[in-house]
């Protein structure tokens, strides 16, 4: 089968289409043919080895693993002795590690059965955005109805699930996004839109029960501005923070200013559920949340596809078919 690897952490241009083994399921995998996949972040940081505290886990000096790839949704070819959740024919979606190919092994409590009627194009976008913006919003925000909701980063992968989610929970939502991303942004609920080229709102004098940041693009104190007396923070991306103790220190000041003050500030990274995978599922099912697909790119050009999620102007997701 083709699979995309890369042997060694650098660019783009390391990335490649290799053909290699199919993978058999162990007892308790599932099998799946890829239909579909989608790019996130995680898979350029994965690529680059940076911040340089993820290779502790995936390998110092060149990646353990040399395959990319997360969110997949595709169809059952084999399961397991011991699944029991799944069988053969079953459409899913999910995560699987090594995504970026024609097949993939998954657990079973990282995938949901694809709604009828929601492509595998869709259900490959919703895995790791849309876990980040429900989690962030629902279980580390406490969103509530009448809840002013602010989402830095609207027009991204995880903010265009979370300007949706948002308001299936009742909140009046402000979207924050660049100059040409105004529309799609109100075209999927959005109430209000800031254009962050022409104003800060951090500086507006509006005050939100609820900021999901996906870009880190401002300081706390910024933030702390934008907040109410009792407002809440959720930190879901974050900016040039350096590749050695950036991302330590960043995490140590949201703690501090969190605990000496009125306003709850936290760093989130999403767990994969296949309860939370089911509920995503029934709000595409349901028309409230649709995916918003920037591009789609065969699995040999895997390498573009990549490079345009790290220019960082994507307007939603970017799959990869296959």
């Not at 799946?32 to 886990?57: F, K």
């Not at 909140?171 to 800031?194: F, P």
């Not at 109410?228 to 103790?245: D, F, I, R, S, Y």
């Amino acid at each position: 089968m083709k699979a995309v690897s890369y042997r060694s952490y650098g660019s783009p241009e390391d990335v490649e289409v290799l053909e290699v083994d199919q993978p058999a399921p162990g007892d308790d995998d599932v099998l799946i043919r890829v239909h579909a996949a989608s790019v996130n972040p995680y898979d350029w940081h994965m690529m680059r080895g940076e911040p340089y505290l993820v290779r502790l886990q995936a390998g110092l000096r060149r990646p353990k693993l040399t395959t990319l790839g997360a969110d997949v949704a595709g169809r059952v070819e084999a399961v397991g002795s011991n699944v029991t959740e799944f069988q053969a024919g079953d459409e899913v979606f999910g995560q699987g590690r090594g995504s970026f190919a024609e097949y993939v092994t998954a657990s079973p409590r990282a995938l949901a059965l694809k709604p009828p009627g929601v492509t595998f194009e869709q259900a490959a976008a919703v895995p790791i955005a849309g876990l980040t913006a429900l989690q962030g919003l629902r279980d580390k925000g406490r969103i509530a109805p009448g809840h002013r909701v602010l989402i830095n980063g609207a027009s991204g992968g995880v903010g265009t699930f979370a300007v949706q989610i948002a308001k299936t929970y009742g909140a009046e939502v402000t979207g924050v996004c660049s100059t040409r991303n105004l529309d799609l942004v109100l075209s999927i609920g959005a109430d209000h839109v800031v254009d962050y080229t022409t104003d800060d709102f951090t500086e507006s004098g509006e005050q939100y029960d609820l900021i999901l940041d996906a870009v880190g693009n401002r300081s706390l104190s910024a933030y702390r501005r934008a907040m109410t007396p009792k407002g809440v923070l959720v930190v879901a991306g974050a900016h040039e923070m350096g590749n050695w103790v950036g991302p330590l220190v960043h995490l140590a000041k949201v703690a501090l200013r969190s605990a000496f003050s009125s306003h709850k500030m936290v760093v989130m990274l999403a767990s994969t559920k296949a309860s939370d995978l089911a509920v995503l599922g029934e709000l595409l099912a349901s028309g409230k949340v649709t995916p918003v697909i920037d591009r789609t790119y065969p699995l040999a050009e895997t390498a573009d596809a990549i490079r345009h999620v790290e220019e960082g102007h994507a307007r939603g997701k970017v799959i990869i078919v296959s």
